[in-house]
């Protein structure tokens, strides 16, 4: 896709598959965690988010995990499709107005 | 309901110009957000704006200005344009700032090529 990493991690998982995409964030005060999923020529799409206290959210076939001891998110996709091949981001926001995200995946369905 | 419009879409300069970049939010949104996208440095945050006031802003140098107008919509500008602004330009919006719950809604993005 256009301007999303040409040196991304790659996740190549097949078709029914449950994904994994894990993410290590930097800021110990963030509070709030969003995943985001982008399609070539397309801007972020918001999948799901979780507050810092929580340590589970789940939402339609995506689930976000919260480990804040070792500032770690990770998103689960379950019964991957096709249509899910996309650029995954994670980022972290302190609360103020200011979201920072991570270096992003890309995720390969084959079918 | 429309969503996040971003004009224009495809943008080509030369350095040392100036350019500006137009975002409409979705309609009732107040806050507008915009980031910078490279294959390097991947989706970095330039500034935030809530009512026309700079809430947040990224470490970007003075170049990079931005503006919101009364009716929410926003402008960013960026002035003597240098190679290493070629980027994808992300507009996001969100009904009053991006928090738990208010999810931001991004733009297609303005792609800048500066020659």
């Known amino acids: 896709g256009e301007s999303v990493g040409l040196h991304l991690p790659t996740l190549s998982v097949q078709e029914g598959d449950n994904s994994i995409i894990n993410c290590a964030y930097s800021?110990?005060?963030?509070?709030?965690f969003i995943w985001y999923k982008q399609e070539s020529g397309k801007g972020p799409q918001f999948i799901i988010d979780i507050r810092s206290n929580m340590d589970k959210r789940q939402g339609q076939r995506v689930t976000v995990l919260l480990n804040k001891t070792v500032k770690h998110l990770s998103l689960q996709i379950a019964a991957t499709q096709p249509g899910d091949s996309a650029v995954y981001f994670c980022?972290?926001?302190?609360?103020?107005?200011?979201?920072?995200f991570g270096a992003g995946t890309r995720l390969f369905v084959k079918a | 309901k429309a969503g996040v419009t971003q004009t224009p879409r495809y943008l080509i300069k030369t350095r040392g110009q100036q350019v500006t970049l137009s975002c409409s939010p979705i309609?009732?949104?107040?806050?507008v957000s915009w980031y910078q996208q490279t294959p390097g440095q991947g989706l970095q945050f330039l500034f935030e704006y809530f009512s026309e006031t700079q809430r947040n802003k990224g470490n970007f140098p003075g170049r990079f200005s931005g503006r919101q107008f009364s009716n929410s919509r926003s402008e960013m500008n960026v002035s003597t344009l240098e190679l290493g602004d070629s980027a994808l330009y992300l507009c996001a919006s969100s009904l009053v700032g991006t928090g738990f719950d208010y999810e931001q809604y991004f733009g297609p993005g303005t792609r800048l090529t500066v020659t």
């Open positions: 309609s009732g949104h107040r806050s």
């Open positions: 980022a972290e926001n302190t609360g103020g107005f200011k979201t920072i």
């Open positions: 800021n110990s005060a963030s509070d709030y």
